[in-house]
């Protein structure tokens, strides 16, 4: 079957933000006007579960008014086919975001007009820049009061350390936003009605625009007169991509035509020269036609950007996939879901083409798959095709060996596309079934959750055999169980949260070990001398041998570095896994018959316990970076409570009527802590935080700690 749209008319791109900035409600005006729906559906409508949008569809993103996991639709423009992912903004899902943005070619970042950059927005943005992704920032909710779309450009410049450009300027904000100006054209945009099929008007920028709009607050004012010092930068910034229209500028002094300052915003949009930022209110259906015509325009086709990396099995680099339907085939498995039509892998086509009944290779397992079912999804709704091709996002259903991340290709042409990076958990709880007889039936369906899910990892407590559930935050696990529910029929009780503390040393120390057995017959033999030392936070453990003329032979050397790996993992203070240390083997004994390399992994693991209590171990804890939006009558009493918590004050930022409280404060203290702040501040108050990084916990809490951990084993 030929190909139904040409590669170049494609634009795979996400719509990211913080959490409220208005992703959902964009994505529901975009599907409105490219023909997908005949309605819109609003967020607060959802509540009662009676009626969703098209992308929050499960119940637990109807109950609470967020995006929980990532959901995929396409809709065409300008006989563009544009793929869509709505992603969430709150941070316990931020796997969401990363996965996205891994398979994506472009992306709009949507921004609140009245909070500008939030804490949620630095991350998906630092996200963004690990894969570079091209971006346009879009200025959302314009009409609220509040809403400044100056001082969000000034913080995308300052926090987010971008080059913004502005590509059109509001008309007016709060009731009185009325549209916008854009740059490129030098034409206003202007609406009367909010309605979603309200037909704006072509206005020419004259002297008296701000008058006939009848605006009279000073920012808006300041707006419609700094229209031309950002045309100008516009066109400065614009013209630097090509050289021939700056001098054909230089000499003539006419500025370009419309069609050459697009297509060079084109090329610097993805370079990541710079991002275009346009403005608007999706809720009151301004300005997303004109996001659409920017996508179409300045966000790249698959061709448009660099060729997929391919790597080795260690993760190195060793070459490029070009997208192309004459490649052979490859493709990324980003994400897994178990659904109602079974399990199902998204996967993006890098090169090649995918037909049904096709037996296809995932390199990163060695394993076969046979192409059974694939679809191309519309959030919820599955629908059948016979083939994929370079540039498409689609599914698989019941595929049995593929998890995310892996690659799937031509089994003649094998290649492993470049990795998905995950974020490590920070926070476990107990599970159990409500009751007994559910046992394996919850085991099932948790194995399930946590294949879907690589920011989740189960394990089962040696000391206590409790199953284990780790994950972002208490939303994440609460949501987990939930959707356990209602996938799967199966409920679950939860434990309180504990906080996944580490351990590590503070000065090093050499300790030799011997493992010596006689039992009758051969015995067991095995001496080690190793020296431990600590390294900087985050750079992990680190195992050297650096032992000569075969003191430890080389066949027993890996069971030395697989011994403290495994002991590593159960710290000597608390019990917690060790960090951020390394492990020289410099000397060692072995016997000809009673050494072998059990007895090696043995002794290891003993001079590991014996040694780390002589190296000064000390427990780490999750920090996490909080943010705290209050009205400024209560900031006294926020900062005193921030205080308390161990917690300490970075900063504080304007945000509309409110005050922002920046600050880095424990995970364990933490818990439950909405409640009380919605009690200090009359329920006006509201947080966000993301993990920050581990740092030592003070003597006090350590000694509580592990007091506790005792009491419990």
Known sequence: MPRQTPLSDIRNIGIIAHVD?????????????????????????????????????????????????????????????????????????????????????????VFDGVAGVEPQSETNWRLADNYNVPRICYVNKMDRSGANFRRCVDMIRTRLNARPVCIQVPLGSEDNFRGMVDLVEMKAYVWFSDDKDAKWEIWEITDDLAQKLNLTVKEDLDNVASIPALRSELVDTALEQDDAAMEAYL?????????????????????????????????????????????????????DVEAIKTVDEDGNPNGERLSSDDAPFSALAFKVLNDTYGSMTFVRVYSGVLTKGMSILNSTRGKREKIGRMVEMY????????????????????????????????????VILERMRFPDPVISVSVEPKTKGEQEKFSIALGKMVRADPSLRLETDRETGQTILRGMGELHLEVTLDRMRTEFGVEGNMGKPQVAYRET?????????????QTGGSGQFAEV????????????????????????????????????????????????????????LVDGKYHDVDSNALTFEIAAKACFREALPKAGPILL??????????????????????????GTVLGQLERG?????????????????????????????????????????PRNVTDEIVAGRNKAA
Request: hydrophobic fraction near 35%; include cysteine; charge should be negative.
């Open 21 to 109: 900035a208005g992703k959902t409600t964009t994505t529901e005006r975009i599907l409105y006007y490219t023909g997908r729906k005949h309605t819109i559906i609003d967020v607060h409508e959802t509540k009662d579960l009676k009626t969703s949008t098209t992308t929050d569809y499960m119940e637990q993103e109807q109950k609470r008014g967020i995006t929980i996991q990532s959901a995929a639709v396409s809709a065409f423009w300008r006989e563009k086919k544009i793929n869509v992912i709505d992603t969430p903004g709150h941070v316990d899902f931020t796997i969401e975001v990363n996965r996205s943005l891994r398979v994506l070619d472009g992306a709009v970042v």
């Open 251 to 303: 000499e003539t002094g006419e500025e370009p035509s419309a069609d050459v300052l697009r297509a060079c915003l084109r090329k610097g949009t993805i370079k990541s020269a710079f991002t275009p930022v346009l403005c608007g209110s999706s809720y009151k259906n301004k300005g997303v036609q004109q996001v659409l015509d920017a996508v179409v325009d300045l966000l790249p086709a698959p061709t």
């Open 379 to 414: 959030a919820k709704d599955a629908n059948p095709i016979e083939e994929a091709r370079a540039g498409d996002i689609i599914a698989l259903v019941s595929l049995q060996e593929t998890e995310t991340g892996d690659t799937l290709c031509d089994a003649s042409a094998p």
């Open 505 to 517: 040393i503070t000065k090093p120390v050499e300790y030799t070990y011997t493992h010596k057995k």
């Open 529 to 584: 001398k190793i020296i431990f030392a600590p390294r900087e936070r985050g750079e992990g453990f680190e195992f050297l041998d650096e032992t000569v003329g075969g003191t430890v032979p080389r066949e027993y050397v890996p069971s030395v570095k697989k011994g403290l790996e495994m002991q590593k993992e159960d710290g000597v203070l608390a019990g917690y896994p060790t960090v951020d240390f390394s492990a020289r």
């Open 621 to 646: 804890e999750p920090v996490m970076k909080v943010e705290i939006v209050t009205p400024d009558d209560y900031l006294g009493d926020v900062i005193g409570d921030v205080n308390r918590r161990r």
């Open 657 to 697: 009527s409110n005050i922002a409280v920046e600050a880095n404060v424990p995970l364990n203290e933490m818990f439950g802590y909405i409640g009380q702040l919605r009690g200090m501040t009359s329920g006006r108050a509201s947080y966000t935080m993301e993990f920050s990084h581990y740092e030592p916990v």
